[in-house]
DNA sequence: TCGAATTACATAGGTTTCCTATGTATTCTG
DNA sequence: CAGAATACATAGGAAACCTATGTAATTCGA
């Protein structure tokens, strides 16, 4: 991983992700919101500090995602039983479907761009989600994997 | 690309390239700025406009950019000789040694958190880069290519 | 050649997402 | 049981976007 290449790679890594966030963020409504159903649908329920941890935020930043999608109807919390400091994020049934309903819309978005380059792999494409995935990762908390 | 996981591996691209984009905020002062620097260094000077429609963004958000980067300094606009209309933003020397300054601590970041991921290749950060940059392609424009 | 579209950029106004600092309530701990 | 730590909320503010619209310059057709 030391190759000349890696330079430039990095920058442009960081350039072409910030531009697919911001493709994003023009076809859907909560593109933050979305990382959060993410996490719930991946972890089960939460409170909101390890989902801020989660998704590498700040706690006052998840406090204001958790208060939009329990808005929304999304999510509900409820008082953590084993803890009344805390309360409990969970996914409501709505927000299991409109969590479907925003990956088939990424899936859609995704696949016809990348439809239009023949050259591009499904390989490729989860070799990109395993390096985005890497690199998003805090390296101390994997450092065990 | 018509496998059941490209819908999840979709999903999963957007969600980690938004905590990318996050992280590198966090670390960086400008980092809507650096997209722009590094379309000038890419393309030469160009006007207001034209960098919008290259970075994909509205040209008032590509307006205020510009204004940011003059005020420090890294970038200068100059009158069109060709169009009074417009007007052309170039590179300044200290905007060049600034895309220098940050492509090394981008390079450094990706770099540090791939290699706590020894699995990782340096081609895989090359697909990668070749996914994000197919899928942020307009699908119009790299028909020919 | 003169007025109408077009084009380049600026401005106004507003939203989303995110941060730091700080406050309040609850739970651990010596 | 008092103090430290923890979970969450609130306050205040900044960055980066967008759409709609205004102004000046250019192009083009009658």
Redesign the pocket.
């Known amino acids: 991983m030391t190759t000349p290449h890696v330079d430039q790679l990095s920058s442009d890594l960081a350039i072409h992700a910030?531009r697919l966030v911001?493709l994003i963020?023009?076809n859907l409504e909560?593109?933050?919101?979305i990382r959060v159903l993410s996490l719930l649908d991946e972890h089960g329920a939460l409170?909101?500090?390890?989902l801020a941890a989660a998704d590498?935020?700040?706690?006052?930043?998840m406090?204001?995602?958790?208060?939009?999608l329990r808005d929304l109807g999304w999510v509900d919390?409820r008082p953590?039983p084993a803890?009344?400091?805390?309360?409990?994020v969970d996914l409501t049934e709505a927000g299991r479907r409109e969590l479907a309903r925003i990956r088939e819309i990424n899936a859609r978005l995704v696949a016809e761009r990348l439809a239009a380059h023949p050259d591009r792999t499904v390989e490729e494409l989860a070799a990109a989600v395993a390096v985005l995935r890497a690199v998003t990762t805090d390296p101390s908390e994997g450092a065990s994997q």
């Open positions: 910030a911001r963020r023009r909560q593109p933050a919101g409170g909101v500090t390890a590498q935020c700040s706690q006052p930043t406090t204001g995602a958790v208060a939009r919390t953590n803890d009344a400091r805390g309360s409990l």
